[in-house]
Nanobody, 121 residues
Framework: QVQVVESGGGLVQAGGSLRLSCAASGRTRSTYDMGWFRQAPGKEREFVTLISWSGGTTIYADSVKGRFTISRDNAKNTVYLQMNSLKTEDTAVYYC??????????????WGQGTLVTVSS
């Protein structure tokens, strides 16, 4: 079974940047799709972005398109989320996920514990 652990959250001013990392361990294999989800206070968890196991396909939520970039390094079993031009509405706990992730459905095998991103005005 795969496990994933996020890192890199913190406090940043609006307009700033942060990079999140997600390291996979356990029964890792490069054929896992990886993704990021987030949950703001009082709201449901929402999809942010995903990257296919090969890295050839990426999908973004409209709210982050053009500002966030997902990438992966399969040699390091790590996926990254580069977040630029951050807005206060990006404040949330960000969760990494591994599994079978597609545009129309997501079957998550493992969730991380979450990392808090706070964007101040």
């Amino acid at each position: 079974q795969v496990q994933v652990v996020e890192s890199g959250g913190g406090l940043v001013q609006a307009g700033g940047s942060l990079r999140l990392s997600c390291a996979a361990s356990g029964r890792t294999r490069s054929t896992y799709d990886m993704g990021w989800f987030r949950q703001a206070p009082g709201k449901e968890r929402e999809f942010v972005t995903l990257i296919s196991w090969s890295g050839g396909t990426t999908i973004y939520a409209d709210s982050v398109k053009g500002r966030f970039t997902i990438s992966r390094d399969n040699a390091k079993n790590t996926v990254y989320l580069q977040m630029n031009s951050l807005k206060t509405e990006d404040t949330a706990v960000y969760y990494c996920a591994a599994g079978l992730l597609r545009a129309s459905y997501r079957i998550v095998d493992a969730w991380g514990q979450g990392t808090l991103v706070t964007v101040s005005s």
